[in-house]
């Protein structure tokens, strides 16, 4: 099976809920302007029954080039992680 395009999605959310493919559109992109928001001003954004986003710093270490060989320093740095709920999980696997 194929995986969805955004397209694809949007359009079986639409047909699915009933809702014009633009309302569809308008919503996911505030919905995800809404979760880019809270993630970086609160550090998480629950999607319930499906997971979260979440903000984590990342702490300083040593790594090695595998080209060469040499060990280098990685810098520390902020990233984004998404945790998957349980009830997620439990339904797909």
């Known amino acids: 099976m194929a995986k969805l395009t955004k397209s694809q999605l949007f359009n079986v959310l639409a ?6 493919k633009k309302d569809v559109t308008s919503f996911m992109d505030t919905f995800a ?3 880019y928001s809270e993630v970086k ?9 499906i997971g979260k986003l979440v903000k984590k710093d990342r702490a300083a270490r040593m790594g ?3 080209a060469t060989g040499e060990q280098i320093q990685i810098p ?5 992680k998404f ?3 349980k009830a997620a999980k439990d339904a797909v696997l």
């Open 33 to 35: 302007e809404l979760a």
């Open 76 to 80: 520390a740095k902020t990233v984004v």
């Open 15 to 20: 047909e699915k809920t009933g809702m014009s």
């Open 64 to 66: 090695r080039n595998p």
């Open 41 to 49: 001003g609160s550090g998480e954004f629950v999607i319930p029954g």
């Open 83 to 85: 945790r998957v709920a």
